[in-house]
């Protein structure tokens, strides 16, 4: 169900005029403020793997050398000569998570990415497919062999100091992605329900190179895809247009209402409150978390209402989504499923069971999953507060 739809491939180590300005602006008004390693001079140094944070309060410095790293690629990987960038789809397990919350009604709600790569972490799993595809490209020929075996690359997935999507958007065509008012990368054709994985290479590729990279993949994956990258000078498409219904949607109000911003405000966003935050936040504490529609662990809301995702959201209306579900009901997904999602454990038992656990109880069960990241006593908080 998860599927590589769209490649795209850049040498452009800076990101856009537009991006830096609006990265700038929104560290200026503090709105990362939950997400305090936006601020810190250490982060990328002590913690390359993933984005937690310890919400200690030191180093809340906008000026540091961190902020500067996510404004070249050769701040975070010296050698970086090119990347690749991959489009993971998740919407068809998003249609049917979807169908299925409707359908069946449940106590809590998990944003489909945690769920949608078999409960697994998508860190881990997107990380195993770019290794795949390295692997590949070592046995292709003595040239990228030798460059890889002296230079390793490093994948970006939701990485420290990369601005992902703007590096997506430079490797892909302008014509068909944008940043959306709710701020994520859209597609034409695939809408927003995807995630960015790409591989930081230290030296440069010729066509038949990308050529032979997406014949690997499209095996894989059954479909044909073709390397684009984003002709430069070519005009800026933006779906959204005079299109609010995001911003209009957003039960806490997170979305930057300047249309040119295209951020949000971390402090309001349920993603943000139920993901990166383990303590009970001193300021927003229940104010967000009424207005979560049940959401414990991320949020899909803005998305959910895009017109640009409404196509996949449709594709399986009519299908038996609850038939379905239960044939992929496996491995760490099942874990979450039982645990969290099954119709009998409402929202009491399913505390009182956390609290029966040790932390060491709940590493332990989860192992492998999104929910590590937050951690027991941070999904207790989520679930005490909804
Ligand atoms: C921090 C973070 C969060 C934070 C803050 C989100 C945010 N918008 O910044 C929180 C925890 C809230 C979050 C939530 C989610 N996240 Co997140 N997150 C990140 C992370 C680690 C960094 C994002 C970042 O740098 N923000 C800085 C701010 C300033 O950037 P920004 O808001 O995107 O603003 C940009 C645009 O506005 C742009 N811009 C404005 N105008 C214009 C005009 C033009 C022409 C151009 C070119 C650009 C442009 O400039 C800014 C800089 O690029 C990235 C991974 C990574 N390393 O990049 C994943 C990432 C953005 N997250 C992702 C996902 C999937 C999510 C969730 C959907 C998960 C969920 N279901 O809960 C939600 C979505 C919430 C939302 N509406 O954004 C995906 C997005 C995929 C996509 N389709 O875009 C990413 C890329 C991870 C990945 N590798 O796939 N996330
Ligand atoms: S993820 Fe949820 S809270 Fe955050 S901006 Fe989107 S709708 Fe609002
Ligand atoms: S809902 Fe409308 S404004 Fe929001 S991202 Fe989608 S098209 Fe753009």
Redesign the pocket.
Known sequence: MIKIVDIGYTETNT??A??????NR??EEK??Y??QY?GKRSYSDNNSDN?SDNNSDNNLDNNSHNKDK?LNLNYYFSEFASALVFI?SYADFQCLLNNYYKSYGRHHKF????LAFEGED?HRY?KRHLNNITKFLVTCSNKHADYLLRTPPIY??????????????RALS?KNY???K?????SKEHG???????ILLPYKLNLEDLSKISDFVANGNQNNIEILSSPQGVD?F?GCKNCTI?VDN?PTS??NKNE?????D?TK????Q???VRRDHDVEKGNIFKKSAG?I????L??LVCPWNRQHLQLCLRSNSKALFDSIKQSKYKIIHDFFLDEARNTDVVINDLHKLSNHGFEKMFQGTALTRIGRQGIIKNLKNI
């Open positions: 990101p856009t537009q991006s830096c300005n609006s990265y929104w560290l709105l990362f939950p997400l936006f984005n996510r993971f944003g489909a990415f945690a998508y997107i970006s997935v939701d990485s420290a100091t990369v601005l992902e999507k703007d590096l997506a958007y302008a944008w940043f959306g709710n701020s994520v990368l859209i927003s329900f995807f995630l960015i994985g790409s800026h933006d995001c957003c997170a979305i040119f911003e295209r951020t949000i971390c966003c349920i993603s943000c139920t993901i990166e959401y662990f991320g949020c899909d803005c998305q």
